[in-house]
């Protein structure tokens, strides 16, 4: 056996709190991810991934003339030598910037299946083939003039730039996603010849507010196309901030079929929906009944979307049809902005529009100083050469003799001409045949250029104004090249105003309309019965519960359901638990308080008028669409007081009311005699001193008043034997005798 291995000894041992460790490394961690994974650079819009590949790419030689290469050649090369990830998630990252669904301006020009807007991934990059568009060479431009700065890839054997030249505006251009540690980053793309007057306006005016350049960005331009439903005020305002979002809705045609039929043809997705996705997903709503206006939905694309959508009959709204899909699919997204890029390569910050676009044009004018002295470096060395070739010509024979003549010619000459090194070497390394007349003539007009492009530039570097000139004349230059009468430039996304849909329905068009009978037991429990039932006789219930409430319905219709504690709940009736079990408690629908329960349901009806109740007697007519609450914590309609409960919530139509107390007191009064509110304690429909308010109802006193006995049998009393009852709102009532025996209820 070997010697045991030992522990290292007690003085190679640091101690180190767990929680400052912890702390400092996933501060790393977080920071790595910022900078060299999630967030864009706001000066070239580009992640490291992305600007890795471009080089990578450049490198090979594959500009958008040269011809194509294998995508593992690529993808191998950027790998290998500066990006030291997967393979796949480079050729991932390589795809998406090829995709012209995918990406507003292409930075690759793929060749291959690079996949499709139906959501199918691309093909294995051994059989894929790629180069640079003339974005990716715009963005590109000026690298090998010192105009940006270089840092040691990952093994220090090359070197990898900071930020590209970036002569195109691709941050907004072609938009961003990422997801950091704590932040995050979702830039839409948008039109390259609106981003470019919004630059060009900036240059002029230095302080302008995103507001002011809202005039000429008008909002996203997505690669899929589409329609922008937001109003200009909440564009601007998000392009102000740097966060908000954009609803954007596909584009549909009808188109007519003859003799009265129609289709609807939808061209345009909205951006990042997978068409396949989007199919699936409306198939399904069909299946489950969820659009009764659609009949059937067909993909007949083939390099353009062309997706149909069949009515259920001639006689449908298209509007409504398409306002009921934009509720229920994809045919409408929501877009988020987040400006969350990297301030100058460097900070993390949420930006607006006005500074995205002076991060770009403040970089084009380190690239235009930075190409400028480099430019003004070279004009200087060939011009000490272009010198001193001149000083020879002028005695060439002497010249001719010294090489032949001296054993270390280059001092020779220096000494004899008081040359530089630079020059000697140029002139001995001049060949025979360009000591001609006429390349002494080609020397002093190279001379004279070069003095003069020289003079420019010192000109240019000195001067602002020269500067943002110049800058000025470059961004023409790219709007140009992608205007709105370019095919790649012209914009795509268009901004409308959805139509008015306030008076329509939409529960009916996303909502089959067929006939229910709905229940509620005494426990709370809820559910809906196919058809219209009258005989509730067979209907079986949870252990020891019982029926408290049905009525007919539909399945398009609201009901409204009042608590005990005076809260009024709105629940759809397509919702509710179909009549083959015993339902669902109402407390998994509604936010019900402890203590509290269900004390009366009944459909609501647009219009209509409603009489709520409690148990002290107190009450008001509402108006039914005062009632409806939106959400699932209600409306608190009746104040009650201290002890006592809702009990009753009836329709309100008639001329009289006729209230009853727990002990058989009764009491018809005018309707007029209650004043209508939305909401509050109410009026006294009925002085119950040692009893509760049991029943109420609102008739026509010449039809009479229906009540029903114990048996349940439906009887009416009329006006001549309620004479007794009539008097006025707030009595005591009379005792009800012979003439209502086995009095159960009011109504039919």
């Known amino acids: 056996m070997g010697q045991p291995v030992l522990p290292p000894p007690g003085d190679g041992i640091e101690s180190v709190e767990l929680k400052t460790a912890l702390e400092e490394r996933y501060y790393a961690y977080a920071l790595s991810t910022i900078m060299q994974r999630a967030l864009p650079d706001a000066r070239d819009g580009l992640k490291p991934v992305h600007r890795r590949i471009l080089h990578g790419m450049n490198l090979l030689r594959l500009n958008p003339t040269a011809a194509f290469k294998k995508c593992a050649k690529i993808v191998g090369d950027v790998m290998g030598d500066f990006h030291p990830h997967g393979d796949q998630a480079i050729y991932d990252a390589l795809v998406r910037l090829s995709q012209d669904f995918a990406q507003r301006y292409p930075l690759v020009d793929g060749q291959g299946n690079f996949g499709n807007i139906d959501g199918d991934g691309p093909a294995a990059y051994r059989y894929t083939e790629a180069r640079l568009t003339e974005v990716a060479r715009l963005l590109l ?22 930020v590209l030249p970036a002569a195109f505006p691709n941050l907004l251009a072609n938009g961003s996603q990422g997801i950091a540690v704590g932040m995050a980053t979702s830039i839409p793309p948008h039109n390259a010849a609106e ?36 109003t200009p005020e909440t564009i601007r305002e998000a392009y102000r901030t740097g966060r908000g979002g954009f609803r954007v809705r596909a584009r549909w045609a009808k188109e007519d079929l003859g003799r009265g039929t129609w289709n609807i043809v939808v061209t345009e997705i909205p951006y990042g929906v997978p068409k396949a996705r989007l199919i699936e997903k409306l198939a399904d709503l069909l299946q489950e009944k969820k659009l009764p206006l659609l009949a059937d939905v067909r993909d007949e694309s083939a390099e353009d979307v062309r997706v149909v959508l069949e ?24 877009i988020p902005l987040n400006l969350n890029v990297l301030v100058g390569g460097l900070v993390p910050r949420v930006i607006g529009l006005a500074e995205c676009l002076r991060e770009w044009v403040d970089h084009r004018r380190v690239v235009l100083q930075r190409r400028s002295t480099y430019r003004l470096g070279q004009i200087e060395r060939r011009l000490e050469i272009l010198g001193g070739l001149l000083i020879v010509y002028l005695d060439l024979d002497e010249v001719i003799r010294i090489i032949r003549e001296e054993d270390e010619p280059k001092a020779a000459l220096m000494a004899r001409f008081e ?25 002093k007009r190279e001379f004279d250029a070069l003095t003069a492009e020289k003079a420019g530039i010192e000109a240019l570097l000195g001067s602002e104004k020269l500067q943002w000139t110049e800058i000025t004349k470059q961004i023409r230059a790219v709007k140009k090249t992608f205007g709105p009468d370019t095919k790649l430039g012209k914009r795509r996304t268009t901004l409308e105003n959805p139509p008015d849909t306030a008076g329509i329905d939409f529960t009916s068009a996303m909502v089959e309309r067929e006939p229910i009978t709905v229940l509620l037991s005494e426990k709370g429990w809820i559910r809906a019965l196919k058809g219209h039932v009258a005989d509730l006789s067979g209907v079986a219930f949870k252990g020891d519960d019982t029926l408290k409430v049905s009525f007919p319905s539909e399945t398009t219709q609201k009901l409204l359901l009042l608590a005990s504690n005076g809260k009024v709940f709105t629940i759809e009736a397509a919702k509710l638990p179909g009549g083959r079990g015993f339902g669902d408690p109402v407390r998994l629908m509604v936010d019900l308080d402890d203590g509290t329960e269900i004390v009366a349901a009944l459909p609501y009806r647009p219009d ?53 107390s727990s002990d058989k007191l009764m009491l018809v009064f005018p309707a007029s005699e209650l004043t209508e509110l939305a909401r509050g304690k109410g009026m006294r429909l009925q002085r119950c001193r040692m009893s509760q308010l049991a029943d109420a109802c609102v008739f026509t006193l010449g039809e009479g008043l229906p009540w029903r006995d114990g048996s349940g049998q439906a009887k009416i009393a009329n006006a001549a034997m309620l004479e007794k009852w009539i008097g006025h709102r707030a009595e005591a009532g009379q005792l009800m005798s012979r003439s209502f025996p086995k009095f159960e209820r009011f109504g039919k």
């Open 311 to 334: 009515p259920r009959s001639r006689s449908v709204d298209p509007v409504m049809l398409m306002e009921s899909l934009f509720r229920l699919s994809e045919l409408e997204a929501r």
């Open 419 to 443: 040359l530089t090194e630079i020059q000697a070497n140029a002139i001995l390394d001049t060949r025979l045949r360009s000591l001609r007349k006429l390349e002494e003539m080609e020397l």
């Open 608 to 660: 209509g008028k409603l009489l709520i109740a409690g148990s002290d007697g107190r009450g008001f007519i509402a108006p039914s669409d005062a009632l409806v609450a939106n959400t699932r914590k209600g409306k608190a309609i009746l104040g009650l007081d201290e002890g006592a409960k809702a009990v009753l919530l009836v329709p309100a139509e008639g001329d009289h009311v006729a209230v009853c």
């Open 141 to 162: 431009d000026g690298i090998d003039e010192e105009t940006v700065d270089f840092r040691p890839s990952y093994n220090g054997e090359k070197d990898e730039p900071v």
């Open 195 to 230: 981003l470019c007057d919004a630059a060009l306006y900036l240059i002029q005016n230095r302080e302008a507010s995103s507001e002011q350049l809202c005039t000429f960005v008008q909002g996203p331009d997505f690669p899929t196309g589409g329609i922008l439903i937001d």
